[in-house]
C-alpha cells in the first residue's frame, strides 16, 4: 500500500517538473477569450490598460520563471523552423526595402501571431488542457459566426457590401460591429470552425449531435450571406477530405445534394451568380473573379521587382501602392510572401508548413499506441487538423 503511494507521489512530482502551472494555462485561456472576443472593445474603459500586451507580457514572464519545465521543447522541428524564419527577418531587415515600416508598423501585428504558436506548444500539455483549450478556441470562432448572424436575422445587419460593377453595391455579411473581420475574414473564421465542429461534436454522443444540427445550418447559413468565394472552395475542400475518409460515401452523397438545393431556395440572385462565377464566366460576377485574378499574378509580378529579400515584413499594401499605384487588398498568401520575404523567405515558410504536416503525420501513427477511449478522440482531432491544414493552404491561394 505503501509502495503504490510512494508509486503516485513520484509520478505527480515528475508530472509537476514538466507541467507549467495552472495559473499560467488559465491566464492563456482568458487571453485567447480577450483576443477573439475583443473585451477592449465590449467593455468601456477595459481597453486603456492595454489587456492584449499585458496578457502577453505576463505569460511570458510566468513561462520565463518555470523555463525548467520547458527544457526540450524546443527542440522539435516545427520551433526549429520557426527559429530559422526569425533568424532571417533579423539578417535581411537591413536589405529590405522598407525596413523602417517592418519596425514601425509591422512587427506587433507578427508577435501576437507567432505568439499564439509558443503558448500553445508550452502551455497546452495535458490531455485536460489540450481538450479545454479546443473547446474554448472553437466556442469563440462559433461565437464570432452567430453573432453577427443574429444581428442580421434581428436587426437587418450587414457589415460590409461589394462592387458588383456599374455602380452596384450588394451587401455582404462580416464580423459584428465589435469584431474587425470582413466578410471574406469572417467565412475564414466559419470553415475554421466547421470542421471542428463535424470530427469533434457529432460522434460525441445524442446531445453533441443535437448541437451540431442546431449549430451547423446557422453556420453554413452564415457563410452563403458572406458571399465569400475563397470560404467556399475551402469548404470544398475540407468536404473533399470528409467525404474520402468516411465509409458511408453515399449518404454524404445525398446529404451533400440536400444542402445544395437548399442553399439555392435561400440564396438571393445575386448571391448565386457571385459563387456560380467561380465556374461560369457568362457571370456577372466573373469580371471580379477574373480582376482577382488577375491582381494575384500581377501581385507574383511585383514581389519579382525584388526577388532575394523582397520588401519587408507586412509591407504588401505600401508596395502596391507605390509600385502598382493602388492599394487593394491582397488574397493569395504567397504572392504576399514574395513581395515580402523574397524567394527565400518563401522557402524557409514553405519548410515551416512541410514541418507542419510531417509532425500531422507523425502524430497519427502514434495514436494507434493510446488506449480505445483517448485514440478515438485523439484520431479525430488529427483528421481535423489535417483538413484544417489543407484547407488553409488553399484558402491561401485566394482568400
Known sequence: MVSVQDEKRSALTKLDAT?????????????????????SVRIPGYAVIRPTLA??????????????????????????????????????LPLVEWPGSVVRTNIDPFVKAVAFLFFTALIIDTDKRLKWFIGVFVFCQVFRVLEPLYLHITQGYWGSSTHLGGGEFAARLAGAPADVINPNELGFVIVTAIPFLHYLLWPSGRKSKLLYLAIMPAMLYALILTMSRGAFIALLVVAFLVFKESRHKMKLIFLAVVIVVGALSVMTPIQKDRYLSLVDSDTAGAATAEGRLKGMVGEFKLGLTRP???HGLGTTPEAK??????QR?????YAELIIELGLIGFAIFLN??????????VVRSQFAALNRRDQSYYSRLNKCLIAVFWMYAVYSLNY
Open 308 to 310: 532575394v529579400v523582397g
Open 329 to 333: 487588398a491582397s488574397h493569395n498568401l
Open 55 to 92: 496578457a502577453v507580457v505576463a505569460i511570458s514572464l510566468l513561462l520565463f520563471l518555470q523555463r525548467d519545465k520547458l527544457k526540450g521543447r524546443f527542440q522539435d522541428p516545427i520551433f526549429k523552423a520557426i527559429f530559422v524564419l526569425f533568424g532571417y527577418l533579423v539578417i535581411s
Open 19 to 39: 507541467v507549467v502551472n495552472q495559473f499560467s494555462f488559465v491566464l492563456y485561456l482568458y487571453f485567447i477569450l480577450d483576443f477573439f472576443l475583443r473585451f
Open 352 to 361: 515551416f508548413l512541410y514541418r507542419i504536416t510531417r509532425k500531422l503525420s
Open 321 to 326: 501602392a507605390n509600385k502598382l499605384g493602388r
